[in-house]
Nanobody, 124 residues
């Protein structure tokens, strides 16, 4: 089992920055790929970014490419999402997820563990 706890959400003005963190605990979390997803009210959960088990491979949704950066520190069992140039359309609950695989995936159903989510609100 892997437990995931997100933190760092909040309210920010458009154009601002915010960093999210995901603390992982449990067995072999450092050998799992990690991902960030988000879900806005009335919308489906969507892929934001993923990172491989060793941090050497990352993938981003087109909507956040160039603005968001995913990283991980396996020594601390943490995954981060640094978000720049935030826009109102980035407003959502952001979820951290772990996948029992070396590499990430785009679909939420391919992840095995989920955090409870953290709210990010971007005001215009």
């Amino acid at each position: 089992q892997v437990q995931l706890v997100e933190s760092g959400g909040g309210l920010v003005q458009a154009g601002g920055s915010l960093s999210l963190a995901c603390a992982a605990s449990g067995r072999t979390s450092s050998t799992y790929a990690m991902g960030w997803f988000r879900q806005a009210p009335g919308k489906e959960r969507e892929f934001v970014a993923s990172i491989s088990y060793n941090g050497k491979s990352t993938n981003y949704a087109d909507s956040v490419k160039g603005r968001f950066t995913i990283s991980r520190d396996n020594a601390k069992n943490t995954v981060s999402l640094h978000m720049n140039s935030l826009q109102p359309e980035d407003t959502a609950v952001y979820f951290c997820a772990a996948r029992r695989s070396f590499y990430g995936a785009l679909r939420a159903r391919e992840y095995d563990y989920w955090g409870q989510g953290t709210q990010v609100t971007v005001s215009s």
